[in-house]
């Protein structure tokens, strides 16, 4: 294999795969690889293997693309190409109605509705969440539940690990006062039921006589 000039280089690309591929060889033949290598990226000398390391030119024909791929790279960056570089961006100071607005993004249209309260009396506050008196006299009339109800359930609701995940108390309030009234709905008929059943049970199923019971 003829010679070309040489050429160094200041730093190249070696793949792993180099180093395993004559890992199964014997250390002779591994030190001529590697010396190989080493002297086609750094000094840019063609090897020339010996007769008896034959079978080194074939497996330097499967790696030489990705040799001289690494070199010509190595020779363009040694050569000053155009690098690009990203300007860095002028830092942006938020005004304190951006900081609101983006506020209100993350917490939603219900935190929006809650911030607009003005004057209206609040009838509970926790939080980012308030209730005004309007809405918790209108959840009373809708749901018709008492204000001690309501108050049982916003106490439960203040006191909930996740209600930063909530956006509108008065939605909330509406939603947990449901499935309670549900849940007591479902009590109350499973015990109507179970009376029913004791009921008759009285009537119709009368205690055996003592004088019956078979003495052993």
């Known amino acids: 294999m003829a010679k070309r000039k040489p050429t160094v280089k200041q730093g190249a690309t070696i793949f792993r795969s180099y180093i395993e591929s004559v890992e199964s060889l014997a250390e002779d033949f591994q030190k001529e690889w590697y010396f190989a290598i080493i002297n086609r990226l750094f000094k840019g000398i063609y090897p020339t293997f010996k007769e008896n390391y034959s079978i080194l030119n074939g497996m330097w024909k499967l790696i030489e693309p990705?040799?001289?791929?690494?070199i010509s790279r190595s020779?363009?960056?040694s050569k000053g190409g155009k690098q690009t570089t990203s300007k860095p961006q002028a830092s942006v100071k938020q005004t304190p109605s951006d900081k609101d607005k983006d506020k209100d993004r993350d917490l939603?249209?219900?935190?929006?509705?809650?911030?607009?309260?003005?004057k209206e009396n609040l009838y509970r506050s926790f939080k980012h969440l308030s209730l005004t008196e309007t809405e918790a006299s209108k959840i009373c009339q809708d749901l018709s539940v008492t204000s001690?109800?309501?108050d049982e359930v916003l106490d439960d609701i203040e006191n909930y690990k996740k209600n930063t995940n909530y956006t509108?108390?008065?939605l909330t309030a509406r939603k947990w006062l449901k499935k309670r009234l549900e849940d007591n709905a479902q009590s109350?008929?499973?015990s109507k039921i179970w009376q029913e059943m004791e009921d008759y049970a009285k009537a119709h199923i009368h205690p055996i006589p003592e004088e019956m019971y078979d003495e052993r």
């Open 66 to 70: 990705n040799i001289n791929t690494s």
């Open 75 to 77: 020779t363009q960056g």
């Open 108 to 118: 939603g249209q219900g935190y929006k509705e809650e911030k607009n309260i003005k």
């Open 148 to 150: 001690s109800q309501l």
């Open 168 to 170: 509108s108390l008065n």
């Open 188 to 190: 109350t008929e499973k």
